[in-house]
Every structure is written in structure tokens, then in C-alpha cells.
């Protein structure tokens, strides 16, 4: 298992920008999938993002495209979400995932195995 640890996230308006930054500590990082999760209080966990072990194939939700961009920069073992044109529904905690078996457009939870803890992303209207 890789051990995630997630930053960036905060209080910003509605329109605002955030950048959440996820730390893994696992020396083949290169070789895992990594991606983001987001959960609202009530709700399951729903799919954000995603980015192939090469950085090559990105995969997003309908409802961030456009919006949020994720990276990764596998000499610093981090993945990053660049989150633009922040809505109040994108309020939730965001979690970093990684797998290194991930199949290509997967977005369920059982398809990664790894979790951090998350970060609280909060967007006021």
C-alpha cells in the first residue's frame, strides 16, 4: 500500500481557485495510477479524476470538465488537482487514491487501493 497525505484545500469563493497537492510515500510511484475522490456529508464518494502511471490518459466527471485539471510530477511522487471556476457543490472533503493495477477509465472505489485522509475543500456562494 502507498501512503497518501493530501494538502491545498481551504475556504474559497464561488469563481476561486484551489490546488490540492497529494504526497505519496512509495518508491515505485511511477508505477501507480493516481486520482481524486470527493464526499459531501450524506452522500457517497463520487469519482473526480484521474491520471494514467504516465501522465498520458486523464479522466475526469462530467461535472468538473473544463474546470479541473489533474497532473502528475513523478520525480517529486505527487499528484496535483487544479481546481478552477470553484462551484458551492464542489464542496466536499477531496481524497488522493493510487493503484497500481487501475484500469484505464475506472471510477469506482474498489478500483483503488490506496486512500489518504482527505482535505476540506469548502466554496462559498
Known amino acids: 500500500q502507498v501512503q497518501l497525505v493530501e494538502s491545498g484545500g481551504g475556504l474559497v469563493q464561488a469563481g476561486g481557485s484551489l490546488r490540492l497537492s497529494c504526497a505519496a510515500s512509495v518508491r515505485t510511484f511511477s508505477s501507480y495510477a493516481m486520482g481524486w475522490f470527493r464526499q459531501t456529508p450524506g452522500k457517497e464518494r463520487e469519482f473526480v479524476a484521474a491520471?494514467?502511471?504516465?501522465?498520458?490518459?486523464?479522466y475526469y466527471a462530467d461535472s468538473v470538465k473544463g474546470r479541473f485539471t489533474i497532473s502528475r510530477d513523478n520525480a517529486k511522487s505527487t499528484a496535483y488537482l487544479q481546481m478552477n471556476s470553484l462551484k458551492p457543490e464542489d464542496t466536499g472533503v477531496y481524497y488522493c487514491?493510487?493503484?497500481?493495477?487501475?484500469?484505464?477509465?475506472?471510477?469506482?472505489?474498489?478500483?483503488?487501493?490506496?486512500w489518504g485522509q482527505g482535505t476540506q475543500v469548502s466554496v462559498s456562494s
Open positions: 487514491v493510487a493503484d497500481p493495477d487501475y484500469r484505464p477509465g475506472a471510477k469506482r472505489t474498489s478500483d483503488f487501493g490506496s
Open positions: 491520471i494514467s502511471w504516465s501522465g498520458s490518459r486523464k
